[in-house]
């Protein structure tokens, strides 16, 4: 799967010399954890999180304390420019989706800008990996059954079934066929594979399909 099918439109774009109050704002009425940041040119700055917007709007109360507080902190921010992070990890939309997941994770990144030449197209965030993992197997039969009756010529013999993700394809056995299933994989959002399995045969008396089975 490619970056592009996993991304989200970036639900607020701020700019450098907004108020870090009204970033903070802008943040809880579109409920977003983290938020794009542009220059005056309309390039990327940096990026910006609601723990980097409400850092310094808490201080501690010292009668709560059975001591002396220290000195008291630096003075608060007040534009986004101050506030964001400029180091930005940034991706693009023909890169691997699962290897830009696990790099998520594995560095804590809260999201990910993705750019085209330059402009930033979209962002892929934390929830947006979840969504993928979270996905129905349903969903995802639904999907693959659908592209494969538009990609395939003569589908009645293929069957689709969906675990936890893995697509099995059993009754495509021309290669032609399986290299058009077999492209699904980068383009349905949360397929983790497929595997193509081989027709079992019938046994007598037997009916049905597993209900996880979907015949195109």
């Given at each position: 799967m490619?970056?592009?099918?996993m991304?989200?439109t970036?639900?607020v774009l701020?700019?450098e ?10 943040l ?11 220059d005056?040119n ?12 409400l850092?310094d709007?808490f ?8 001591r002396a507080?220290?000195p ?7 534009r986004v420019?101050?506030?964001?992070t400029?180091?930005?990890?940034t991706?693009?939309?023909?890169e691997?989706a ?18 085209r030449?330059?402009?930033v197209?979209?962002?892929v965030r934390r929830?947006?990996v ?7 197997d ?5 999907e693959?059954?659908?592209e ?10 293929v069957?689709?079934?969906v675990r936890d993700?893995t697509?099995?394809v ?5 290669p032609?066929?399986?290299r ?9 959002p ?7 399995a081989?027709?079992?045969p ?15």
């Amino acid at each position: 799967m490619l970056v592009r099918e996993m991304m989200s439109t970036p639900g607020v774009l701020l700019t450098e010399d907004l108020p870090v109050r009204e970033a903070a704002r802008l943040l809880a009425e579109n409920r977003c954890d983290s938020a794009v940041v542009l220059d005056a040119n309309g390039t990327l700055a940096g990026i910006v999180t609601e723990s980097d917007l409400l850092a310094d709007y808490f201080e501690a109360t010292p009668d709560a304390y059975h001591r002396a507080l220290g000195p008291p902190p630096d003075p608060a921010t007040h534009r986004v420019s101050e506030a964001m992070t400029r180091a930005v990890v940034t991706t693009a939309e023909g890169e691997d989706a699962c290897e830009l997941s696990r790099r998520i994770f594995e560095t804590r990144i809260w999201c990910v800008p993705v750019l085209r030449a330059g402009t930033v197209v979209g962002l892929v965030r934390r929830r947006d990996v979840m969504g993928l993992v979270l996905r129905a197997d349903s969903d995802i039969r639904d999907e693959v059954v659908s592209e494969i009756s538009r990609r395939v010529s003569d589908p009645q013999d293929v069957t689709v079934a969906v675990r936890d993700g893995t697509v099995e394809v059993t009754g495509a056995t021309a290669p032609q066929t399986r290299r058009s299933v077999a492209a699904l994989e980068r383009t349905i959002p949360g397929v983790r594979g497929i595997v193509f399995a081989q027709p079992a045969p019938a046994e007598p008396g037997e009916h049905g399909q597993e209900p996880t089975r979907a015949a195109i």
